[in-house]
């Protein structure tokens, strides 16, 4: 009698671990499934963030819309630009400050339709602002080497939701931007609890 009933479980434990629970996204290490490619993510904002420090922060959402489930892992390159569309000369860090986890990067599975999310921080403009952040260019090594790389606006109406490039030039303490790892959808990927 104990043999069937162990023989159910160990089935259900196993159907579990490798189709996942839920439509999210879910990491197995049983599970082999291929990095996402570039045409199966978009780019979306992420939820409101709120601010309880002199950071500001923004976040932002991959979103599979291919037809099968893949993954994406480690830290996007992250490029911002003001209104006319010039990159600014911002220092780019992965992970740390208030926002930012420190935690190391994990592999994400995107079943079709789920979100994984990136978030980007940076300290506000003492100085006040040169020229504040209109959009967002996201790079992302994605499967067969090609990259993902896609623009947004950072925040409706022109908005820069606080990110902004600094008075005081490039070698100013707020011109550092922190970028957390593509983290679970419902995991956080800041710091703070």
């Known amino acids: 009698m104990k043999r069937p009933v162990a023989a159910v479980a160990a089935v259900t434990l196993a159907s579990l671990l490798v189709g996942g629970c839920g439509n999210g996204p879910v990491r197995s290490r049983l599970a082999r499934v291929a990095p996402c490619p570039a045409s199966a993510l978009v780019l979306r904002p992420g939820a409101p963030v709120v601010e309880m420090t002199g950071e500001h922060a923004v976040a932002y959402n991959l979103v599979n ?3 099968v489930t893949c993954t ?3 830290y996007p390159q992250v490029v911002l630009y003001d209104a006319e569309g010039d990159a600014l000369p911002l220092r780019y ?4 400050g208030p926002f930012v ?3 190391k990067p994990v592999t994400v599975v995107l079943a079709h339709g789920s979100t994984a999310h990136v978030l980007v921080a940076k300290w506000r403009c003492d100085l006040g602002i040169a020229r504040n952040v209109t959009s967002i260019r996201l790079t992302l090594p994605t ?3 090609t990259v993902f790389a896609m623009r947004a606006a950072t925040a409706a ?3 820069s939701a606080g990110l902004s490039y600094c008075r005081g030039g ?3 303490a707020e011109q550092l931007v922190t ?3 593509v983290e679970p959808a419902g995991q956080s990927a800041g710091s703070l609890p």
């Open 65 to 67: 819309r291919g037809p």
């Open 72 to 74: 994406v892992r480690g």
């Open 93 to 96: 860090a992965r992970g740390g």
């Open 101 to 103: 986890t420190s935690a």
């Open 143 to 145: 499967a067969h080497g």
């Open 157 to 159: 109406a022109g908005t």
């Open 170 to 172: 490039p070698a100013a």
């Open 179 to 181: 970028i957390s790892p």
